[in-house]
T-cell receptor, first 115, second 122 residues
Framework: AQSVTQPDIHITVSEGASLELRCNYS??????LFWYVQSPGQGLQLLLK??????LVQGIKGFEAEFKRSQSSFNLRKPSVHWSDAAEYFC?????????????FGPGTSLSVIP | GAVVSQHPSRVICKSGTSVKIECRSL??????MFWYRQFPKQSLMLMAT?????????EQGVEKDKFLINHASLTLSTLTVTSAHPEDSSFYIC??????????????????FGPGTRLTVL
């Protein structure tokens, strides 16, 4: 069965500093990988996704992620964090099961930004 | 495009009552919709998969008689929490997958998420 781990429960960075959020997955086939962001009390917003092709994926709000098959990782990065980036970040893996698809979410990483 | 709405956004009800949550795909048809539950400070957990015109498929540990799912059309799925209790208080999020005709083997159709419904049971 597929699973996703996010080793860091909470991260605090200073505004303007770089950011890397870790994500590791377990899946027996080619994974479909996603990063979502959720502000308090809000729904999910898709930051970026990887289906195939170039392993470095660019997303919205200046985020990027790199798929590394050998490490089963899909880490999210941003070169300079803004205060508005403070939120909960979820890594997710899409799986194919019979005729429908499932998305399995990691436990999330809470990001705090210090002014 | 690919917008999913949920109604209501917030609901407060008394213990023992039933609550219906709607999930609509506004600008596309969705053969399959998914229902997730998110407790405070936790991740999203898939509850069930809703297929248009057929019975929903529930994840292990989810009571199908308590969480009734109906997917009567290609743009609407409903989740009814029957005889709600305080422990059912949670954030419920739906997602919808675009129907692109026959789903070919090995393909993946992206899901689009609704804004969520906050349920509080007193």
């Amino acid at each position: 069965a597929q699973s996703v781990t996010q080793p860091d429960i909470h991260i605090t960075v200073s505004e303007g500093a770089s950011l890397e959020l870790r994500c590791n997955y377990s899946y027996g086939a080619t994974p479909y990988l996603f990063w979502y962001v959720q502000s308090p009390g809000q729904g999910l917003q898709l930051l970026l996704k990887y289906f195939s092709g170039d392993t470095l994926v660019q997303g919205i709000k200046g985020f990027e992620a790199e798929f590394k098959r050998s490490q089963s990782s899909f880490n999210l990065r941003k070169p300079s964090v803004h205060w508005s980036d403070a939120a909960e970040y979820f890594c997710a893996v899409g799986a194919i099961k019979t005729s429908y698809d499932k998305v399995i979410f990691g436990p999330g990483t809470s990001l705090s930004v210090i002014p | 495009g690919a917008v999913v709405s949920q109604h209501p956004s917030r609901v407060i009800c008394k213990s023992g009552t039933s609550v219906k949550i709607e999930c609509r795909s506004l600008d596309f048809q969705a053969t399959t919709m998914f229902w997730y539950r998110q407790f405070p400070k936790q991740s999203l957990m898939l509850m069930a998969t809703s297929n248009e015109g057929s019975k929903a498929t529930y994840e292990q540990g989810v009571e199908k008689d308590k969480f009734l799912i109906n997917h009567a059309s290609l743009t609407l799925s409903t989740l009814t929490v029957t005889s709600a209790h305080p422990e059912d208080s949670s954030f419920y999020i739906c997602s919808a997958r675009i129907s692109t005709g026959t789903l070919s083997a090995g393909s993946y159709n992206e899901q689009f998420f609704g804004p969520g419904t906050r349920l509080t049971v007193l």
